[in-house]
């Protein structure tokens, strides 16, 4: 807890660990100390124009950072995560409930882990990856997306709906925003010509579920009655608003 602050906060480890940053970078350290949540971040999340605009989340986390020379754009989307699990329980709480199947659960948030480290993250000195395509046989060099990434892509995808509403480019626009080299060649061009006319719908399927493995990330599944497998914790309305109607 620090003792420079008048308000009392905690340090969040990152699922990354940090070793995915620059070294210059505060991410590096791989954590992040947070304020507890005070009547004046809560105004945050009733602003109707943060809202709207749905960054409210992020104006939250932003808010509860100590450190404001952190860049935020540069936050792997799995550290985020870790940050918006501990927002919640820093401003009300660990105990959250939620509708499932029917029933409301109730589950921990201070039980929740960061995913094991996956090896390759672990041998990694930076954000840059490289997977052989099983069936094309073509090598992929790639990075995990980050918040900033996150932001391009989405408006990107609404300036292609303007020009078609019926086009869902979801998939094949994060794919381009992710993979930085095709067979070493990093040209932006090439890269979008072989995600749109060579990148086979199998060879999508086994490198998306490579990346899924590798993103580091918050652990978020809980174990309902006679359930054999995990099921992903809901984020609704009410993990930020717990006084929301459930």
Do not use: C
């Not at 070294?23 to 943060?50: C, F, V």
């Not at 792997?76 to 409301?104: C, P, Q, T, W």
């Not at 921990?108 to 046989?137: A, M, R, Y």
């Not at 892509?153 to 869902?168: A, P, T």
Request: proline letters at 4%; hydrophobic letters at 35%; zero cysteines.
């Amino acid at each position: 807890m620090s003792t420079e602050n008048k308000f009392p906060t905690e340090i969040v480890e990152l699922p990354s660990k940090g070793l995915l940053y620059a070294e210059d970078s505060p991410l590096r350290s791989g954590t992040i100390e947070m304020k507890y949540m005070t009547a004046k971040e809560e105004d945050i999340l009733t602003n109707q124009n943060y809202i709207q605009k749905g960054v409210v989340v992020d104006k939250l986390i932003q808010a509860l950072i100590v450190d404001k020379s952190i860049d935020y754009s540069q936050l792997l989307l799995g550290d985020k995560n870790a940050l918006l699990l501990a927002a919640r329980i820093l401003g009300y709480g660990a105990d959250y409930e939620f509708n499932f199947l029917g029933s409301v659960e109730k589950v921990d948030l201070g039980k929740v882990e960061n995913k094991e480290l996956h090896p390759d993250v672990q041998n990694s000195t930076k954000n840059e990856f490289n997977f052989t395509l099983p069936t094309s046989g073509n090598v992929v060099t790639f990075k995990l997306l980050t918040h900033g990434d996150e932001q391009k892509i989405d408006q990107e995808i609404k300036g292609l709906q303007k020009i078609n509403r019926d086009s869902s480019p979801e998939l094949s626009t994060r794919l381009k925003h992710m993979v930085i080299a095709v067979d070493g060649n990093g040209d932006s061009k090439t890269i979008r010509e072989f995600v749109d006319n060579q990148f086979l719908a199998r060879d999508s399927r086994t490198f998306r579920k490579y990346v899924s493995e590798l993103q580091p990330d918050v652990d978020l599944k809980f174990y309902p009655e006679d359930a054999e497998e995990g099921v992903d914790i809901p984020i609704g309305v009410n993990f930020l608003w717990p006084d929301a109607d459930i």
